[in-house]
Structures are given as C-alpha cells and as structure tokens.
C-alpha cells in the first residue's frame, strides 16, 4: 500500500531522529541530511541521493542502520532503497548541496552538541510539568513523584530531561544508572550469555538512580522486563530516584507486564505535549544563537510559525541553515532560507480534531453532534471509533485531549475505540481501504465542510 507523500516525509523524520543518535553529527550531517525521501510503499522506503558517490557510500556503510530505524519508526520490518535524484517529485533541486569536499564546512571544527542540561531546556507550557517533575526528582526534593515517567512524541525533549537528571546528580557525586531501553536488554542478554548476572545485578544495588530511556523497547521482552522490575524495586525499595521516558504512557504500552504498569502508574506520569508557537519560537532562536546564525527576529517568528514539528526538527532545519551559510559564502539569502524550511513546514494546514470529525461524520453520513454524543446506536459508534483512531494517528494530541475534544470522554474509551479500529482493519481489507482513503483525503488537507 502506498502512503501519503507526507506520511512518508514524517516516517522518514522520524528514523532520522533515531539515527542521529547513533551517528557522529557530522556524519549525520554529511550523509544523512542529503537524502531526500521519496515514497513509502509495501515496507519499501525509497530515498533520493544527491549523487553517485552518496548513493555509494550509504549503501556501503549506512543501510543497514537507515533500515533498522525506518522500521522502528514505522513499528514493522521496512527496507530501504537509495537511487540517485532524477529530480521526480516536487523537491526543489537547490535543498541540495554540493559534497562536503568541494565545502566551507569540510575542515572546519564541527561543534560536538553542547551538554544537555537544564540550563539549557527552554521550557514552555506543554513541558513546564514534566520540567518540574525532573527538577524535583533531580535535586531530591521532598515529595518529588518516584518514580517518574516522562511520555511524549519523538524529540520533543525527554531523552533531554534524563541527561539533565543525570548531570544534576552526577555533580552531586551521585552514581547513576543510565540506559536506553535497548542497551538494557543487550547488556542483560550478554551477560546472561556469558554467565555475569551477578555483576550485572550488583551494578544497580551500587546505583544512587536509575534513569532508563525509551522504555517501550523494553516492553514485551519477558526476561528482560522480570530483570528490570528487580531492578526497579531495588532502587525504589530504597527511595532511591528512578525515572523512565517512553513514547507512549505506560496505559498505552500494550506489552508491559502488568507489575511494571502498576508501578509506572504509581508514581508521577508526565507528558511533553507538542510545541506552541511561542515556544517554537524561543526555542528556534535559542538554537541560531547557538549556532551562531543571525536572523531577523521577523523571520524567526515566521518560521516558528510555520514549522509544526519537534525540537529534533528545529535543530535539523538550524543544521541545514549552517551548512548552506558555509555554502554560500556566510550569507542566507530568504529564498535558501525558504527552500530549506520546505521539509519542515505543513503543507496546507496541520489537520485537527474538530476537522476530523466533521469529515469523518460527512463521511458517515451523520452529524458532527452524533460523533460527540453519548449514543451507543453502531451508527454512530461506529463512525465515533474512526474518528477516534484518525485523530490518534493523525494529531499529536494526546489520548485525553482526544477525549475532552470529542465529548469529553476519558482517555480508556478513545484507546478501547482507537484499538477496536485497528482489530477490525486488519481482519477487513475492504474497511481498511477506505479508512486509508479518509486518512489520505485528511492528510491533504482536504476536507468536507
Ligand atoms: P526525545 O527523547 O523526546 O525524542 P530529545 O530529548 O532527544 O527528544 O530532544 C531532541 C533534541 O531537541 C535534543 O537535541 C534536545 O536537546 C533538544 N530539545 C528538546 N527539547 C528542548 C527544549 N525544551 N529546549 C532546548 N532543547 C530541546
Ligand atoms: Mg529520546
């Protein structure tokens, strides 16, 4: 099944996300910013390069961790084809520039990215709370939440706030414990390999906190959850800080063995919300000073507006600038600055909830007041679970706002309704069809009145 151009766009943003965890930022910078992606189809990702050598080189060195993380972000095995741009599509062909090697920038001292603290976490009104949380739990106030659990969409600022953690409790000559949800079960599976449960226990009866990143990977792993539930228990036995990051609240991760939900449940849950303009905005200009760009403060507050993404996406585009500055001989003229923004910005408008139902209600042939009533008539619950399911995966809204804007229901209903969708789409090929004709006529921005 082919997606929509966009969802590809996002698919891909996301994978980028993950990748530049692993690479070096110039690496990721040299390589992996030149791709451009072009379709998504049967698990097939096709992304353009800009020349030969590119298309060369990343197969040679980097397609197997360009797969690995197009399939984590799009939760199933995807492969990845890299060809060379015919210029197809409707890229503009001036987003590209010419092989580091030919560049200002080659040479130049790639600035590592700086510390993260909470010196530096610009915090707004959707990560105020979560902020707080980490503070709190960070210099061991009394009634801090423990544990904590930081949920939200990708780069958003979570893996952030635990580094923060981390170094405010490392300069309390702390010992901290801190792993990303993969790590853990490597490093357990290794030593279950090689006979070294012992030490790899002892590490966290030492520990003074224990921080573990994208905790969703460790869901659904049997051993490795039993672990880290002892593990859990061991530190938080003895009150000691604990925080967890996940791209989803632990209600929502489906394959979490029940003890660890209750525990997660038990302590502070705290979601990064999706950015506002205004934050966009301070955090954009933070991101040019740090590197060290000069813009109009006009132009600043246009491309905040405009752009809908994460942090990640701010710092990509703040990236794209640098390399074109070096480029084009230290100046940005608006038109470099407008044809980089491109993959940034939403094409029409961001779809929204109350679109969503109204052109899931047109749809269905019932009233946008039937969807958010409270009757149980199948006509209308029906079209009411649809919508729940669109405005899930097309909005960053979380499970409660969903249910305040749709009638004000709780967030269990809306994720009852949004997985009964998802049952019946993939025992029905014919329904799933046309829920992926609404989702792409959505997607385009194009809806019923
Ligand atoms: P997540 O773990 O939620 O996917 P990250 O914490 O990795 O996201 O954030 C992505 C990038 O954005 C990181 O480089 C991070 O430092 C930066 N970032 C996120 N939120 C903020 C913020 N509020 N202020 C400054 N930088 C931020
Ligand atoms: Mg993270």
């Given at each position: 099944?082919?997606?929509?151009?966009?969802?590809?766009?996002?698919?891909?943003?996301?994978?980028?996300?993950?990748?530049?965890?692993?690479?070096?930022?110039?690496?990721?910078?040299?390589?992996?910013?030149?791709?451009?992606?072009?379709?998504?189809?049967?698990?097939?990702?096709?992304?353009?390069?800009?020349?030969?050598?590119?298309?060369?080189?990343?197969?040679?060195?980097?397609?197997?961790?360009?797969?690995?993380?197009?399939?984590?972000?799009?939760?199933?095995?995807?492969?990845?084809?890299?060809?060379?741009?015919?210029?197809?599509?409707?890229?503009?062909?001036?987003r590209r520039w010419s092989p580091p090697s030919g560049g200002q920038e080659a040479g130049r001292k790639v600035t590592s990215s700086p510390l993260k603290s909470f010196g530096n976490f610009i915090v707004g009104e959707s990560n105020?709370?979560?902020?707080?949380?980490?503070?709190?739990?960070?210099?061991?106030?009394?009634?801090?939440?423990?544990?904590?659990?930081?949920?939200?969409?990708?780069?958003?600022?979570?893996?952030?706030?635990?580094?923060?953690?981390?170094s405010e409790l490392r300069s309390r000559a702390r010992k901290v414990l801190y792993y990303q949800g993969e790590d853990f079960t490597r490093k357990m599976v290794d030593a279950l390999r090689n006979d070294r449960m012992d030490a790899f226990r002892r590490e966290f009866r030492f520990a003074d906190a224990l921080l573990i990143d994208d905790v969703q990977f460790i869901a659904g792993k049997k051993r490795t959850q039993q672990e880290f539930y002892h593990a859990?228990?061991?530190?938080?036995?003895?009150?000691?800080?604990?925080?967890?990051?996940?791209?989803?609240?632990?209600?929502?991760?489906?394959?979490?063995?029940?003890?660890?939900?209750?525990?997660?449940?038990?302590?502070?849950?705290?979601?990064?919300?999706?950015?506002d303009a205004e934050l966009r905005c301070r955090i954009l200009r933070a991101k040019l000073k740090e590197a060290d760009l000069e813009m109009e403060g006009d132009t600043i507050e246009n491309l905040a507006l405009r752009m809908t993404g994460s942090v990640r996406e701010i710092e990509g585009l703040v990236s794209r600038l640098r390399a074109a500055r070096s480029q084009s001989g230290g100046r940005l003229t608006t038109q470099?600055?407008?044809?980089?923004?491109?993959?940034?910005?939403?094409?029409?408008?961001?779809?929204d909830i109350e679109t969503i139902v109204k052109t899931v209600a047109t749809h269905f042939g019932i009233t946008r007041e039937e969807i958010l009533s409270r009757s149980r008539a199948r006509r209308v619950a029906w079209p009411r679970h649809v919508a729940a399911y669109l405005c899930r995966k097309l909005t960053s809204a979380s499970l409660p706002e969903i249910g305040e804007a749709m009638g004000g229901r709780n967030h269990s209903s809306i994720l009852r309704a949004v997985r009964s969708v998802k049952d019946s789409m993939s025992g029905e090929p014919a329904l799933a069809e046309r829920i992926n004709r609404l989702e792409t006529l959505l997607g385009r921005g194009a809806q019923f009145s």
């Open positions: 099944m082919k997606v929509p151009r966009r969802a590809a766009d996002r698919l891909w943003n996301h994978a980028c996300s993950r990748i530049e965890q692993e690479l070096s930022q110039k690496d990721f910078q040299t390589w992996i910013l030149e791709l451009t992606p072009r379709s998504f189809e049967d698990g097939l990702m096709t992304v353009e390069a800009p020349f030969g050598l590119y298309r060369d080189r990343i197969r040679q060195v980097y397609l197997p961790a360009l797969e690995r993380a197009v399939s984590e972000a799009a939760d199933h095995s995807c492969r990845v084809e890299v060809v060379v741009g015919s210029s197809v599509g409707t890229r503009p062909a001036n105020r709370m979560a902020c707080d949380a980490a503070r709190a739990l960070a210099s061991g106030e009394a009634g801090a939440g423990n544990p904590l659990f930081l949920y939200g969409g990708v780069g958003l600022g979570k893996t952030h706030l635990l580094l923060a953690i981390a859990f228990n061991l530190l938080h036995g003895a009150g000691k800080p604990i925080a967890l990051a996940s791209d989803r609240g632990p209600l929502e991760l489906e394959k979490l063995e029940t003890g660890l939900r209750s525990r997660f449940q038990g302590g502070l849950l705290a979601d990064l919300g999706p950015l470099v600055v407008e044809s980089l923004v491109i993959p940034y910005v939403s094409v029409g408008c961001d779809v």
